[in-house]
C-alpha cells in the first residue's frame, strides 16, 4: 500500500498552490479602480451595506490586513453576496455545479468514446489511407471554436432533424441527458481530437512493445494482443493528458453553456463580468482553481492504480 | 533552423499546405480594401438576409451587410489576434524562462511557484476573470493575454536552458570569460527556440480560439467591428432562417488554425521536435 502514500502527503504540496489561488483572486478585485465596498456592493448600496462591508472586509485598514479578513471569512465559508441575484455566493456556485459537472463528464466519455476506436484504427494501418483520414480530420478538429461548433449541431440535430432540444436544462433526468447530448458532443469533438493524437501515438508504441511481442509469442491473436494489452496500456497516459487538459476543457464550457443556455459555472461566470457583479466572479475563479488542482490529484491516484510501476 | 525552413516543399504537403493557408489569410488581410467586393459596415436595408448567390457568395446578414466582406476584413483582426496574442507571451515567457533556467536558485523557485499557480486556474476563466476587471475589449484581450499566457513558454525555454547550461559549448563559453548575457542570449536562448518554436504555432491556434470566443461572449472586440467570433454571435440570433451567417466566419477560424496546425507539425518535423 505504500504506493498509495501520496494521497496523504501531497495535499500539502497544494497549501503554496492554494495560497496562491487565495491571493490572486484576492488581488484580481482589488486591482479595480475606486472604492471597494461600492464596487462589491453597486452603485445603489445603502450607506449601512456600505459601513457593514467595510467592517466586514477590514476595507479601511492596509492591504495586508484586508486579506487576511479575505481569508478569515473564506474560511467560515463567506465569499460574500452577489449584487444581481441578492443572494450568498457559495449556495448560488453550489447551485450551478451540477450543470458544470454533467456537462464536463458527459464530454470526457463521449470523447473517449469517438478517440478510443479512431485512434486505433489509426494506429493498426498505420501509414495508409485511414491512418492519413484520421490524422487530417483530428488536426482539423483541435481548430473547431466549440461555440462555433454547438451552433452547427443545433442546427443540424435541433433545428433541422428535430432530434434534440434546442438549448436549457430541464428538470428531470431524462431531460436533463438529452439536454446535455449536443452540449457534450461539442466539448467531445475538440477533446478527442486531442485524445486521439496522444492515444495513436501510445498504441503505435504499443504494438512494437516487449509486451505485445511477448503475447504474440503466447499465441494470442493480433486482435487479443491489441485490445487486451496495448489499449489499457495507451489510456495510462491519457488519463494523465485529460487531467493536464482539464483547465482547457472547463474554459470551453464557458463558451458551450452560452451556446445551449446551460445554467453553469461558466454562465454565471459571463453574466457576473456583465453586470460587474464581482462577488461572483472572484468565487467563480477561486472554485474552478481548486477544481482543477483536484482533479490533477485524482488522476494521480488513477494513473497510479492502473499501472503498477508508476510510484508518485 | 533557417536552412531548415529554407527546404523545398515538395513532397512535404503538410509544410506547403500550411503555408499557404497562412499566405492566403495575410494577403485577404493586406489586401482587404481592394478585394473586399462591398464595405464590410455599411448597411443596406434592401438586401437584409439574402442567401449565398453569385452578388454576395456568402449571402447577407440581418443589416444587409456582405458576408464574405466581412470574413475577408475580419482576417485582419483575427490574425492581429492570433500574432500578438502569441508575440506578448513568448517575449515574457522567454525573457521568465532564460533567466529561471540560467540563474536557477530563489529566482527559478519564485517563478516556477507563480507558474503553479497560474496553472491551476482554467486559462479562459483566469483571462476572462481579468477582462472583467479591465473592461471588454481588445486591448484588455492582449493584456490578459500576456498576463496568462507566458507561462508555458517560460516553462518550455527554463527546460531547454537547464539542460544546455551544462552541455560542453556552453561551459567552453564560460571558460572563455564571456559575459552572463552573453551566454545567456547568444549561447544557450538561440538553441533553446527550436521547442517553442513549433509551441507558437499550436499555441497560435489556442489564441485564435480564445480570442474569437471572447469575442463570440461578447468580451473583445466590439460590433460592428467584423471580427469573425463577433459575426458568429451576430448571426446566432437568426441560426433557423440565416445559417449562412453564423456558418462563413466559423469555417474561416477551422481553415486559420488548420493551417497554423498544420505548419506547426511540419516544422516539428523538419526540426525533429517531439510535442
Not at chain 1, 445603489?44 to 456600505?50: D, F, I, K, Q, V
Not at chain 1, 504474440?216 to 491473436?221: F, H, I, M, T
Not at chain 2, 458576408?67 to 502569441?86: E, F
Not at chain 2, 533553446?192 to 461572449?217: E, H, K, P, R
Amino acid at each position: 500500500m505504500h504506493r498509495y502514500r501520496f494521497v496523504l502527503f501531497r495535499p500539502l504540496q497544494f497549501l503554496p498552490v492554494l495560497f496562491g489561488i487565495s491571493v490572486i483572486t484576492f488581488v484580481l478585485v482589488r486591482l479595480i479602480p475606486g472604492d471597494p465596498a461600492r464596487i462589491l456592493l453597486g452603485t445603489r448600496a445603502t450607506p449601512t451595506a456600505l459601513a457593514r462591508i467595510r467592517a466586514q472586509y477590514g476595507l479601511d485598514e492596509p492591504m495586508w490586513a484586508q486579506y487576511l479578513y479575505f481569508l478569515k471569512n473564506l474560511a467560515s465559508g463567506e465569499m460574500g453576496r452577489s449584487t444581481l441575484y441578492k443572494i450568498d455566493v457559495l449556495p448560488l456556485i453550489a447551485t450551478r455545479i451540477e450543470p458544470t459537472l454533467a456537462l464536463v463528464t458527459m464530454g470526457v466519455l463521449l470523447s473517449l468514446a469517438i478517440a478510443v476506436p479512431f485512434a486505433a484504427i489509426s494506429a493498426r494501418r498505420q501509414g495508409r489511407a485511414a491512418d492519413q483520414a484520421v490524422r487530417v480530420v483530428s488536426t482539423l478538429g483541435i481548430g473547431f471554436p466549440p461555440f462555433w461548433l454547438g451552433l452547427v449541431l443545433i442546427l443540424l440535430f435541433s433545428v433541422t432533424l428535430g432530434w434534440l432540444p434546442v438549448s436549457g436544462y430541464g428538470e428531470t433526468l431524462g431531460e436533463k441527458i438529452s439536454h446535455l447530448i449536443l452540449p457534450g458532443l461539442t466539448v467531445a469533438l475538440s477533446l478527442s481530437a486531442v485524445l486521439t493524437r496522444s492515444l495513436r501515438a501510445g498504441m503505435i508504441a504499443g504494438i512494437h512493445s516487449d509486451v505485445a511481442t511477448a503475447a504474440r509469442a503466447r499465441g494470442l491473436s493480433e486482435n487479443a494482443v491489441f485490445w487486451r494489452h496495448v489499449v489499457p496500456n495507451a489510456l495510462v497516459p491519457t488519463v494523465n493528458l485529460l487531467a493536464v487538459n482539464i483547465g482547457w476543457l472547463i474554459g470551453g464550457t464557458v463558451g458551450v453553456e452560452s451556446v445551449f443556455a446551460l445554467p453553469g459555472m461558466g454562465q454565471l461566470l459571463v453574466r457576473g463580468i456583465f453586470s460587474r457583479d464581482y462577488m461572483v466572479v472572484q468565487g467563480v475563479a477561486m472554485t474552478f482553481a481548486v477544481a482543477t488542482v483536484l482533479v490533477n490529484f485524482l488522476a494521480d491516484i488513477v494513473t497510479v492504480a492502473l499501472d503498477p510501476r508508476v510510484k508518485l | 533552423m533557417i536552412a531548415a525552413l529554407g527546404l523545398p516543399v515538395r513532397r512535404r504537403p503538410m509544410l506547403a499546405i500550411g503555408s499557404a493557408l497562412l499566405l492566403a489569410f495575410l494577403l485577404a488581410a493586406l489586401l482587404a480594401p481592394w478585394i473586399a467586393p462591398f464595405d464590410p459596415i455599411a448597411q443596406d436595408g434592401s438586401i437584409r438576409l439574402h442567401p449565398p448567390s453569385l452578388a454576395h457568395p456568402f449571402g447577407t446578414d440581418n443589416f444587409g451587410r456582405d458576408v464574405l466582406s466581412r470574413v475577408i476584413w475580419g482576417a485582419r483582426i483575427d490574425l492581429q489576434i492570433a500574432v500578438l496574442g502569441v508575440l506578448f507571451p513568448f517575449l515574457i515567457g522567454t525573457a521568465v524562462g532564460t533567466l529561471a533556467g540560467f540563474f536557477g536558485g530563489w529566482i527559478d523557485a519564485l517563478f516556477m511557484r507563480l507558474i503553479d499557480v497560474i496553472l491551476a486556474f482554467p486559462f479562459l476563466v483566469l483571462m476572462l476573470s481579468i477582462i472583467a476587471i479591465l473592461g471588454p475589449g481588445l486591448t484588455s484581450f492582449y493584456i490578459a493575454m500576456a498576463l496568462v499566457g507566458w507561462v508555458s513558454y517560460a516553462r518550455l525555454i527554463r527546460a531547454q536552458i537547464l539542460v544546455l547550461k551544462t552541455q560542453d559549448f556552453a561551459v567552453a563559453a564560460q571558460s572563455l570569460g564571456f559575459s552572463r548575457t552573453r551566454i545567456m542570449f547568444r549561447h544557450l536562448l538561440p538553441n533553446a527556440l527550436a521547442g517553442s518554436l513549433v509551441f507558437v504555432m499550436s499555441d497560435a491556434v489556442l489564441v485564435l480560439l480564445n480570442g474569437a470566443a471572447i469575442s463570440y461572449l461578447g468580451l473583445g472586440v466590439q460590433p460592428p467591428l467584423a471580427e469573425w467570433g463577433v459575426m458568429v454571435a451576430e448571426g446566432q440570433a437568426f441560426i433557423t432562417t440565416a445559417w449562412w451567417i453564423t456558418l462563413f466566419p466559423g469555417l474561416a477560424i477551422v481553415t486559420l488554425a488548420f493551417g497554423f496546425s498544420l505548419l506547426g507539425d511540419a516544422l516539428g518535423d523538419l526540426l525533429g521536435v517531439k510535442e
